[in-house]
């Protein structure tokens, strides 16, 4: 399979705690998405990489979210000191510059927070 | 702040039916994507619309970009439960230096009972 994976598919965290999640996008893909997603809702924008550069971070992203491209391979988000807000799916994406921007997407991981 | 707003937010419908959703926005853009997802897994995306008043076809599916790149609308003809899902629209700006990432919408929720 050579589609967009994130690890872990579901963590079950207690409030305070730190997460990492991970991203392996398309191996061709040059750029990639956070994205964080409510139940019925859209994706909410979270960051941006293009190869190792972080280009973008959403305003609404506070100082406990960080990511990390650190070869223009896979990513990493983490998030400290987690809040019960933080419950969510955290989704990857990943799309290959001038191609209409069309986004290809990993499974997302679940995030509960307790 | 650009936006894209679907319409309608919930569908119900039954086996056999047609349907269409709506994506509209004050904005121009220079692509539009459609992207639909099932409970606990990523947007796959269905297709890219690129030229204003393009049409295409995905079986069942039909997809028209309107004439101003403004607007999208998605048609669904004789519905089948398979079809159950979040469709998402999302588009690419049209404006200079805000072209990295997607504008998306809050989503379609179908549900098409058997």
């Known amino acids: 399979d050579t589609g967009v994976s994130q690890d872990p598919r579901h963590k079950i965290t207690k409030r305070g705690q730190n997460v990492t999640f991970r991203c392996d996008p398309i191996?061709?893909?040059?750029?990639l998405y956070w994205y964080r997603q409510t139940l019925g809702q859209g994706p909410e924008f979270l960051t941006y990489?293009?190869?190792?550069?972080?280009?973008?971070k959403s305003r609404l992203l506070s100082d406990r979210f960080s990511a990390e491209r650190p070869k223009g391979s896979f990513s990493t988000l983490e998030i400290q000191r987690t809040e019960q807000g933080d419950s969510a799916m955290y989704l990857c994406?990943?799309?290959?510059?001038?191609?209409?921007?069309?986004?290809?997407f990993g499974p997302g991981t679940r995030l509960t927070v307790t | 702040t650009q936006l894209l707003e679907q319409s309608p937010q919930f569908l119900s419908i039954q086996e056999g039916e047609n349907l269409t959703v709506y994506c509209n926005s004050s904005?121009?853009?220079?692509?539009l994507q459609w992207y639909r997802q099932e409970p606990g897994e990523g947007p796959v995306l269905l297709v890219t619309?690129?030229?204003g008043g393009e049409v295409k076809k995905l079986k069942r599916l039909t997809f028209q970009f309107g004439d101003a790149r403004k607007d999208s609308s998605l048609h669904i003809t004789a519905a089948q439960p398979g079809d159950t899902g979040l469709y998402l629209c999302?588009?690419?700006?049209?404006?200079?230096?805000?072209?990295?990432?997607?504008?998306w919408g809050l989503g379609t929720s179908l549900a098409v009972n058997p």
């Open positions: 990489f293009q190869n190792e550069a972080q280009l973008e």
């Open positions: 191996s061709e893909h040059n750029r």
């Open positions: 994406a990943s799309s290959l510059r001038g191609t209409s921007y069309e986004q290809y």
């Open positions: 999302a588009g690419a700006s049209h404006r200079a230096g805000n072209n990295r990432k997607l504008i």
């Open positions: 904005s121009v853009f220079s692509s």
């Open positions: 619309v690129v030229t």
